[in-house]
């Protein structure tokens, strides 16, 4: 079982990455990618998820009752995401990603170890487990994702 700490520092990985990403051109960081997303695209996406799970750490925090799932129109969330991350140039979009996800993270060590760790009504999660399947792994996917693609254009 991982601590909010451990979380904390494996989701603060993200904006470390994400960093790495300012010398690139924004040519580069809109070519699209192998699928239909570019790098910018698949920033804005999991930005989007940061933002919905700032508002379930916000309830969270005023011991308001919430339920940790999936959102159920995933691809609706996404494409609404993506769009909203076309409407910013691609290294002020960086910026505001690593902004959000720094901005969850404060909130999540708001949360208490033990709301932490207890399954949620109705989920089959805990928030450290949610976090694990839903942030971490898809962080790692798509790191690697974009690692790959600016592999093969160099």
């Known amino acids: 079982m991982a601590t909010i700490a451990e979380i904390s520092k494996d989701l603060e990985n993200w904006t470390v990455f994400v960093a790495t990403l300012f ?4 040519d580069i960081l809109c070519k699209q990618m192998a699928g239909t997303w570019s790098i910018q695209d698949t920033i804005s996406h999991i930005m989007g998820w940061d933002k919905d799970f700032i508002k379930t750490l916000d309830k969270t925090i005023n011991d308001e009752q919430i339920t940790l799932q999936e959102n159920p129109d995933v691809q609706a969330f996404n494409d609404a995401s993506v769009d ?4 910013m140039k691609p290294h002020e979009l960086l910026n505001e990603a690593i902004s959000q996800r720094k901005r969850m993270i404060e909130k999540l060590k708001m949360v208490s170890e033990s709301i932490f760790i207890s399954q949620f009504n109705n989920s089959p999660y805990t928030m450290e487990s949610f976090l694990q399947e839903m942030f971490m792994h898809h962080d790692r996917y798509h790191k690697e994702q974009i690692v790959n693609f ?3 254009i160099d």
Do not use: K, N, V
């Open 150 to 152: 600016l592999q093969s």
């Open 23 to 26: 010398p690139y051109s924004e």
């Open 84 to 87: 909203f991350g076309r409407t």
